[in-house]
């Protein structure tokens, strides 16, 4: 082999490794690039996510306290509170339309009117009066 063959094998295998070298730095420039970028994102989504769970506890927070504050009246309530029965076909049925209907229930008791407290038994109440 002729002296020029051997320097120009030796100047395209010095080349290759330059560039071998040059592909290799640059994949190492990559890799750091990427590694920052997710570092970057994961700091990010940490603050986002931060920020975004004190904002909705801000929210959230006066809205639950009152819903617990009502959730504690109503369980502290009295379950004989009054409320109100109307009159049907079916219960109370001679009651249905008489000015005299009460209709409270007062403590688990039934009030239906102040003659007849416990209601009348059949259809034709003799105190029934057009209401």
């Known amino acids: 082999m002729e002296q020029w063959q051997k320097d120009l094998m030796e100047i395209v295998e010095t080349m290759a490794d330059e560039v071998e070298r040059f592909f290799l730095g640059m994949t190492d420039m990559v890799d750091a690039f990427f590694e920052l970028t997710e570092e970057i994102s994961e700091q990010v989504q940490t603050s986002i996510v931060t920020e975004v769970d004190q904002y909705l506890q801000e929210i959230t927070e006066p809205f ?3 819903y617990w504050e009502l959730e504690d009246l109503v369980v502290d309530a009295d379950p004989g509170f009054p409320y109100s029965v109307e009159a049907t076909a079916e219960q109370n049925p001679a009651c249905v339309g008489c000015q005299n209907y009460h209709g409270h229930v ?15 038994d059949d259809g034709n109440c003799p105190d029934w009066e057009q209401g």
């Open 106 to 120: 007062y403590g688990g008791n039934l009030l239906v009117c102040a003659m007849h407290p416990h209601g009348w």
């Open 64 to 66: 639950l306290e009152a």
